[in-house]
């Protein structure tokens, strides 16, 4: 791993490396270039801020279109132990955690890539390292192979061009996997859902402008960096094919905790 991509997932305080950060390094040059651009702004309290808010707005779209039907009793009787579900609640809690901030990370991105210059209305206030954030360095997150199991099927279901981290994650419990794909593969028939994914992503290219710092990422700005038009091409390519797989996993990270019992809020808190 690149010290660009290890500085990246530090920020993150991920424990595992989201593959679309993988996907904009074969840009050759490019997160060498933008992220010391980007890092500062990363580690604001507005940054996490914005993000958990986003977490808060998939949850209110997922709450209005499915109640799950499957139950923990459901979980157990298709062999998960209680240690399992646990551990499954952790892995879970990373991504329902880190996933807006990379959507928002990702959709900074090409606001940047479209525009002279974008960010620099964020307050500068740092965001500190939480015990939750500890918890999270600390989970155990194995990504099974594209092919394993139901994540094929989940792939071509959802029209993305690769297998989804989440599912990747959550395929370490095949047995969950096989009971909760039955709910969670009819829930891209729901308009109001589909519509909040889209939401997310237009939300987050608009929330680019909090950027603590300002961000020069366009085409003129990478090459005066070094960047070759290939390089940049390949990283536009990688944008355009993550931004929005990345709204759309935001929405069912969502419904997955909801079918797991949790509907905690992050940001909005119920009156």
């Known amino acids: 791993m690149s010290g660009t991509l290890q500085a990246i997932q530090r920020a993150f305080r991920s424990p595992f490396r989201p593959s679309a950060f993988d996907r904009l390094a074969a840009a050759e040059g490019y997160l060498e270039v933008v992220w010391p651009r980007v890092a500062a702004s990363v580690e604001t309290a507005g940054f996490l801020g914005s993000s958990l ?10 709450e209005a279109v499915y109640e799950p039907v499957m139950t923990r009793d459901d979980l157990r009787t298709a062999g998960l132990s209680e240690a399992d579900l646990a551990a499954l609640l952790g892995v879970v809690d990373v991504f329902h955690y880190t996933q807006p901030q990379v959507l928002l990370f990702l959709a900074a991105l090409a606001e940047a890539y479209d525009k002279a210059e974008v960010g620099g209305y964020g307050k ?3 965001r500190e390292v939480t015990e939750r954030e500890h918890a999270h ?14 994540v094929p099927v989940v792939t071509e279901a959802l029209g993305l061009p690769a297998a989804p981290d989440l599912y990747r994650a959550v395929g370490a419990w095949p047995a969950y996997l096989g009971v909760a794909w039955e709910e969670l593969q009819h829930l891209v028939a729901y308009p109001d859902f589909r519509r909040r994914g889209r939401g997310l992503y237009y939300y987050a290219r608009s929330g680019a402008r909090f950027l603590a710092e300002p961000l020069q990422a366009n085409p003129d700005a990478l090459r005066a960096a070094g960047l070759s038009d290939a390089a940049i091409t390949e990283a536009k390519a990688a944008l355009d094919e993550a931004l929005p797989a990345q709204a759309m996993m935001v929405m069912h990270a969502e419904a997955i905790r909801v079918g797991l019992g949790v509907r905690d809020r992050e940001v909005v808190r119920p009156a």
């Open 53 to 62: 808010y986003m977490a808060d707005m998939a949850l209110d779209a997922v």
């Open 124 to 126: 500068p206030e740092p």
């Open 137 to 150: 360095l600390a989970t155990a997150v194995t990504l099974v192979p594209p092919g394993a199991g139901l």
